[in-house]
């Protein structure tokens, strides 16, 4: 009793300062001053049947307000349990009327759920989170259930996803039956399931791209809980101020001026006993099944002395493709050299043959690895058409060009990560390429004392060779190749040509340390992410995870549960109810500076799934090398 009568003081001396704070504030101008704006949404004034009626079977609902409302997006209202033909939802005037088309089920609780979606005529003020109810049976069910939905891997709040509920649910329940109650996520992720009753219900979600409230098209994300889920409630304690008005300077015991000035004070507070609903916090992951998908999407020809192949490939399956003429006839078997990009996905084969090169167009048949419509790998044969169209340049551009002798263009990677090795490139696929066609010095040295090195090919189609030798960080080095000392597959030799790289230094690079607790036992993979792309893993030893050497920037950390041991994350499949592994994100990002070590405490579960994606930069803990 004591404790109660304490709050309810507190609570007033709470009351009275945000009361001062808006009497300050009411008097911060003077003169003249525009009507207040109407920041008030529409206010419920009655409906047939009567909210929250039992025993109600209409043909046509209809809710009245106060003001003239406009249904935004007639689209976005949610009819819970789903229905097979879709209810007509419009607002005329003050009324919003929505009418049946299909007959409602026996003894269900029926949720219209229009979210934001009523305001008011002339501000737009929206009705925040509106729904209406009734049954048609003798009771409401009025429990209810919320949580978040997020993106399995990258954590992202999902949008307009549908979350359902079964009461039995099998291996095909998801599939064939339509889910018995539903609702929608927000823009944050967030959903409300409301209209159950209190028993145990099998929970899923589903971006339901047919609209049919099942998971039944390719393609479609879902996530489940693994467990039923049973709604519940609590009672707490809920307490409401009422405010009357007095004249201020009768209030202070002054005497009144020729101005009346008000203000209020709290008149009464009444707290009371209200349900609250549980489970609030359900955390499902939305994920697609892998299904392999692998096609030819096209050729080019954009240089006459090569073919490019473009395949999207699945990422565990490469490309090797074989090309057999149709329109030409090569002198032999060995025409081509090919080029392959690290995915495969990218394709090159140079012509060596140069009669086939002045060819306009080469047609060829391509066996290569697809997948059917059931996403097996089989082998396809298409006909392929590729066209070289000569770009057009002016007679003066011609005649400058025959007389300019063609030459083999070689470049290098002019910046060297600490790491790394500087890498020579030619245009064109060469011919044996040593390391007597190069002398190597550094670039201050007086002297030009030649250093020793190796050259070692980078592919194997003689465009790309790494220059591996003891390069210094910071020093900067001239590689000098003397004229035609280097010629291509057709013939074209190398002018002199003097190139220049510079190795990179550890003071231009950070270190980011971060010290883990509550890791989730099995083998975990650490992955630094720069927007998306996963810039380097590492694996964590004795609670701790270290990434040396890193390019200045702002980084998210994201740590994989690797179950399947594949180095990899792996999504689930509903067919097998296997879960996608679990992953988790550092709460903020690592932006860090050249020079710099970073130091983090990383508690894996210190926030919930849907708070845990940065979505800001914060300082990072750092001290200077």
């Known amino acids: 009793m004591v404790e109660k009568y304490l709050k309810k003081i507190a609570y007033l001396m709470m009351s009275a300062i945000g009361i001062a704070g808006m009497h300050s504030c009411a008097n911060m101008g003077s003169g003249p001053q525009g009507g207040p704006r109407d920041i008030r949404p529409p206010k419920y004034i009655f409906s047939t049947p009567e909210r929250s009626a039992v025993n109600a079977k209409p043909e046509k609902a209809e809710i009245i307000f106060d003001e003239y409302v406009v249904l935004k997006d007639a689209q976005d209202v949610i009819v819970s349990p789903p229905m097979e033909m879709t209810p007509e939802i419009k607002s005329v005037g003050k009324k919003v009327s929505i009418t049946f088309k299909d007959t409602l089920e026996k003894n269900a609780t029926y949720i219209i759920d229009f979210g934001d979606n009523i305001t008011d005529f002339r501000e737009g003020n929206p009705i925040r989170n509106y729904y209406f109810e009734f049954a048609t049976g003798n009771q409401i069910d009025s429990f209810c259930i919320s949580g978040n939905v997020v993106d399995a891997y990258t954590l992202v709040p999902q ?41 145990p219900y099998h929970l899923c979600a589903v971006k339901d791209d047919n609209t049919n409230f099942k998971y039944d098209a390719p393609g479609e994300s879902i996530a489940w809980i693994d467990t039923v889920v049973t709604p519940r409630k609590k009672m707490v304690e809920r307490c409401d101020t009422t405010w009357k008005s007095v004249d201020r300077d009768s209030l202070l015991g002054l005497e009144p001026g020729n101005v009346r000035t008000d203000t209020f004070i709290v008149d009464s507070i009444v707290c009371k006993e209200s349900p609250y609903y549980l489970p609030d916090s359900i955390e499902m992951r939305l994920f697609a099944k892998e299904v392999p998908f692998q096609a030819f999407k096209k050729a080019e020809r954009t240089d006459a002395r090569k073919i490019t192949l473009y395949f999207t490939n699945d990422r565990k399956q490469k490309q090797k493709p074989s090309i057999k003429p149709t329109n030409f006839s090569p002198a032999t078997n060995d025409w081509y050299i090919v080029e392959p990009s690290v995915t495969t996905d990218t394709i090159h084969y140079w012509i060596k043959d140069t009669n086939i090169v002045k060819l306009d167009t080469l047609e060829f048949a391509m066996t290569y690895i697809a997948t059917d419509s059931v996403g097996a790998f089989v082998e396809q044969t298409d006909t392929v058409t590729s066209i070289y169209k000569k770009v057009k340049v002016s007679k003066k551009e011609e005649r400058a060009a025959k007389k300019k002798k063609a030459t083999l263009n070689i470049s290098i990677s002019k910046t060297v990560e600490i790491n790394g090795t500087p890498e020579i490139i030619f245009e064109t696929p060469t011919f044996d390429f040593r390391s007597e066609a190069l002398v190597v010095h550094e670039k201050k040295d007086t002297t030009k004392k030649p250093l020793p090195f190796t050259i070692v090919a980078a592919d194997n189609c003689g465009r790309k060779y790494r220059l591996e030798g003891n390069w210094e960080e910071g020093l900067s080095y001239k590689v000098i190749v003397d004229s035609s000392k280097v010629r291509d597959i057709y013939g074209l030799e ?99 500076s050249a020079n710099w070590d970073y130091e983090e405490d990383w508690v894996i579960d210190k926030l919930p799934l849907h708070s845990q994606r940065p979505t800001s930069s914060y300082p990072t803990p750092q001290k200077k090398r």
């Open 494 to 592: 190398n002018d002199s040509t003097i190139l220049t790289f510079r190795k990179k230094e550890k003071n231009e690079y950070s270190n980011i340390i971060l010290k883990m607790e509550n890791i989730p036992a099995g083998d975990v993979i650490v992955e630094l992410v720069d927007k998306d792309k996963v810039v380097r893993r590492e694996y964590p030893k004795d609670n701790k995870v270290e990434f040396i050497n890193i390019v200045p920037g702002s980084y998210a950390a994201r740590l994989i549960v690797d179950t399947d041991k594949d180095g990899d994350w792996t999504t689930g499949d509903y067919n097998g109810l296997k879960q996608p592994e679990n992953v988790y994100f550092f709460e903020k990002f690592l932006s860090v």
């Open 159 to 199: 949008e307009n996803i549908t979350i359902g509920v079964y009461s039995e649910w099998t291996d095909s329940t998801l599939a064939t039956k339509r889910l018995e109650r539903i609702t929608k996520t927000n823009k944050n992720g967030r959903f409300i399931l409301r209209g159950l009753k209190e028993k």
